[in-house]
């Protein structure tokens, strides 16, 4: 098996390659000669989409402290995840592996065996580490997990207000009742956390995982209705188009579905109203970063500290007549990435290039003076930032695997470059897709069946297998499912009939000549 030495894989010319390097069973950090540890706060939200931060011009979303970030440091404008949904993208993140390479695949499963994750390794070194949030791999545990020194987190998706007195956290192991609203409790331990470490002696690295913003969206009461007045801008994409007859039937299918426009999580959800509380429970993530970054100022290490922020994951609020996210499109793949260090960064910064969650663990490991181990598919991030000009990925590769108790969106591949984005479905009988991301940003014009398109869409799709092969994704995952199914649709909005098949793959006559 064979994998790429750097991290991508051209469209056209020869990748250099290296053997994969299995992960290990041993813990072994290694130091980066002369490199002076530094603190590191991550703060992860959950479902955050790329564009929803006021600095970006969005129309709901007033995020002071994300803009300033932005302003203070880096915006990473092309940030990816390796799978849009929860604990895959999460296992990225912790692990630097593609979601087949840690198999963790969906929100359900117990996590594999043998897994490692990067805190392991800062631990081993004799760092302070604390994860504070949402873990949600292997299910309904909350059981603390290897490479912590201090732990609090909730089974599953967690609640934002506790749903009866005796619902609780666990707090290292124990079981202690939540108090409040999650974003501000979960931000509570974090700062007592921090006021607890002495980092002259001992750096720290934070992991604040938010449980927001996941629906069902619940704004703090001081926000609450916060942009109830303000015109709400449905995407052209969700339109029903003649151009929809290129796109996918599944597509088109699913609109009326448990992540359609038509039929959302089975019910009359109003999507207008549903964006809007999603932006006012995003108020509260942004004043949590905001307290975070006043506790590293009390505590004198504000300017040599790294804070990154990201998300988990994109969401659709009516996109291509869908919500939630598992797709490749761009509001489902696509994350905020926010890093400052004054120290290190310069403010106002701007990367361009394809960055993803599968950069952070050596990124923290890097800025924490330790090497990345060789196991990582993901590489520091750190270089782009400080506005240094490194080789770096041309491309990105997307998965997702099918699950049975959402059964509407399939097995997905997709390759994505800077300029144009591959998107293929593993065992349908349906059309593959192809875009222009510099024309047609929104991904309303399906180039896979203009001929003068088809040799990029090939050698696209050969690229990718290429891809698959070298990182030792040939192989899809499966397990048993688990979890209910949600298959059900809305006779009355047309769910009993199928859309009709893609125009390009229907003939008016027979084509076979041979056939007796």
């Not at 339109?239 to 089975?266: C, E, I, M």
């Not at 009359?268 to 932006?279: F, M, P, V």
């Amino acid at each position: 098996m064979r994998r790429l030495l750097l991290p991508g894989l051209a469209l056209a010319g020869t990748a250099l390659v290296a053997e994969v390097v299995p992960v290990p069973t041993a813990i072994v950090p290694e130091r980066i000669a002369g490199a002076k540890p530094r603190n590191v706060v991550f703060i992860l939200s959950d479902d955050h989409r790329y564009d929803a931060m006021s600095f970006l011009g969005h129309q709901f979303a007033l995020t002071p402290v994300m803009d300033s970030m932005a302003k203070n440091g880096t915006h990473l404008k092309n940030a990816l995840v390796t799978t849009a949904l929860c604990s895959p993208s999460r296992a990225s993140i912790l692990t630097g592996l593609y979601t087949f390479r840690h198999r963790v695949i969906d929100n359900n499963r117990a996590i594999p065996p043998g897994t490692v994750y990067f805190p392991q390794y800062l631990q081993k070194a004799g760092y302070a580490t604390a994860f504070i949030g949402k873990w949600h791999m292997g299910g309904e545990s909350d059981e603390p997990q290897p490479g912590w020194d201090r732990w609090v987190s909730f089974r599953g998706q967690g609640e934002y207000l506790a749903p009866n007195p005796n619902y609780t956290l666990n707090v290292d192991g124990k079981r202690v009742p939540q108090r409040g609203y999650i974003t501000t409790e979960l931000t509570d331990y974090a700062i007592d956390w921090l006021k607890q470490q002495n980092p002259a002696e001992k750096p720290f690295f934070l992991y604040l995982s938010h449980k927001a913003v996941h629906a069902n969206f619940t704004p703090e009461p001081k926000y609450e209705g916060r942009f109830k007045e303000l015109p709400f801008h449905r995407p052209a994409s969700e339109a029903s188009t003649a151009a929809n007859r290129l796109k996918p039937r599944w597509l088109r299918d699913q609109r009326n579905s448990w992540h359609g426009v038509d039929f959302p999580y089975h019910s009359e959800l109003d999507i207008e109203n549903y964006y809007k509380r999603y932006c006012e429970t995003l108020s509260s993530v942004d004043d949590s970063i905001g307290r975070v970054l006043q506790q590293l100022k009390d505590m004198g290490v504000y300017e040599d500290t790294l804070v990154i922020y990201m998300g988990d994951n994109g969401f659709m609020f009516g996109e291509h007549g869908l919500i939630d996210k598992r797709v490749a499109y761009e509001p489902s793949i696509r994350v905020p990435l926010l890093m400052q260090c004054p120290a290190l960064i310069k403010g106002g910064t701007v990367v361009d290039e394809m960055v993803a969650n599968i950069d952070i663990a050596p990124t923290v490991m890097e800025a924490m003076g330790l090497q990345r181990p060789a196991h990582m598919d993901g590489q520091s991030i750190l270089p782009l930032a400080e506005g240094k000009t490194v080789p770096w990925r041309k491309d990105f590769l997307y998965v997702y695997y099918w699950e049975k108790n959402f059964p509407q969106t399939p097995t997905v591949f997709s390759l994505r470059g800077d300029r144009y984005k591959y998107i293929t479905y593993y065992g349908l009988w349906d059309a593959d897709e192809l875009y222009d991301l510099q024309s047609d940003p929104d991904e309303t014009r399906n180039l896979l069946y203009d001929p003068q398109f088809r040799p990029l869409a090939q050698e696209m799709e050969n690229q990718l297998y290429a891809k698959m092969q070298l990182l030792g994704g040939m192989e899809i995952p499966l397990n048993q499912p688990a979890g209910g199914i949600n298959n059900k649709r809305l006779r009355g909005r047309g769910g009993d009939q199928a859309s009709d098949f893609p125009l390009p793959a229907v003939v008016d006559q027979p084509i076979n000549k041979n056939a007796n």
